[in-house]
């Protein structure tokens, strides 16, 4: 499986950004995905997860702003991030079990 993320880009604190992740190649339906960000001087963080059955989760500070989901009758994947925060900034990567595609900057000015 070989990731391809897009949707990046600079947003204003309060707004929002739709992440998307297609991905090519077999197998991308049977495996978890997930969105990790990287935040300037810290290590990759789960922002949030989806299991083939729909099944999700996410980490506490995303959890009620950000929604993801998957389809995958089209290889894809999305992040829907609402209400932004500057401490949302990063580059985020989409994820199919343990395979990362490139990541996607997001930066949030305050």
């Known amino acids: 499986v070989q990731l391809q993320a897009s949707g990046g880009g600079l947003v204003q604190a309060g707004g929002s950004l739709r992440l998307s992740c297609a991905a090519s190649g077999m197998g991308f339906g049977m495996r978890e995905v997930g969105w990790y960000r990287r935040a300037p001087g810290k290590q990759h963080e789960p922002v949030a997860t989806i299991t083939r059955g729909g099944s999700t989760t996410y980490r506490d500070s995303v959890r009620g702003r950000f929604t993801i989901s998957r389809d995958n009758a089209r290889n894809t994947a999305s992040l829907q991030m609402n209400n932004l925060r500057p401490e949302d900034t990063g580059i985020y990567y989409c994820?199919?079990?343990?395979?990362w595609g490139q990541g996607t900057q997001v930066t949030v000015s305050s």
């Open positions: 994820t199919a079990g343990e395979k």
